[in-house]
């Protein structure tokens, strides 16, 4: 199973940039890197997904070494609103069974 | 356009009581999941529906859990016997297809809040 490891939380001041990266050391070719966030008391939400390099959208970077053994996730000056569990996801080739990571609580500090 | 449900919000029961959740998809999504999170911890995967085919149930902590998915649409999980070690929230996703584990964005309700006392 393609499980993957995170660091458990972490703190940061608004406006910093915050790098959340996430270990999986056994991901399979076909597999992708899929990043949630989840407020509390509410399901996750989509971030980002990517296969490998960089991904880039509105909200958040992805970067995906070589390997793909790790990814992190960027989120850019963060305010308040962006404290929240961060869950990186990696599909299991050949099995339905899907693998969140514990999540990373990030605590945006005034 | 509308997002996943589920129902209850909360559900409060005694031991040994038998419950169901309800989580009404996505309209058109192919694919369901229901995933359990106890407080302060991260998901727990379920089972998965995909379409028609036999839903994956290896996720399922024990034979005291069923779900089912009528249709091809609304999904039913079902706890009976109910223990305080079954309290959690329990999720429900879906997406609009997937070919590819773990490639399609899956979209989640606001889950179903199972106190059992």
């Known amino acids: 199973l393609a499980k993957t490891t995170q660091p458990i939380s972490m703190d940061s001041y608004e406006g910093q940039e915050v790098n959340i990266t996430c270990s999986h050391n056994?991901?399979?070719?076909?597999?992708?890197i899929t990043w949630y966030q989840q407020f509390p008391s509410q399901g996750p939400r989509f971030i980002i997904q990517?296969?490998?390099t960089k991904v880039t959208n509105e909200v958040a970077s992805l970067f995906i070494p070589a390997d793909r053994k790790s990814s992190t996730l960027s989120l850019p000056r963060v305010s308040l609103s962006d404290t929240a569990v961060y869950y990186c996801l990696v599909g299991e080739e050949g099995n339905n069974r899907l693998a969140f990571g514990k999540g990373n609580q990030v605590v945006v500090i005034p | 356009g509308a997002g996943v449900s589920q129902s209850p919000s909360n559900k409060v029961t005694e031991k040994g009581k038998d419950v169901e959740l309800r989580c009404d998809p996505i309209?058109?999504?192919?694919?369901l999941y229901w995933y359990r999170q106890s407080l302060g911890q991260g998901l727990e995967f379920l089972i998965y529906f995909q379409g028609n085919s036999a839903p994956d149930k290896s996720g399922l902590p024990s034979d005291r859990f069923s779900a089912e998915r009528t249709g091809g649409s609304v999904s039913t999980l079902t706890i009976q016997r109910t223990q305080q070690e079954d309290s959690a929230v329990y999720l429900c996703a879906s997406s609009l297809t997937a070919g590819g584990v773990g490639t399609d964005t899956q979209y989640f309700g606001p889950g179903t809040r199972l106190t059992v006392l």
């Open positions: 056994n991901i399979a070719t076909n597999d992708y």
């Open positions: 990517g296969y490998k």
């Open positions: 309209s058109g999504h192919t694919a």
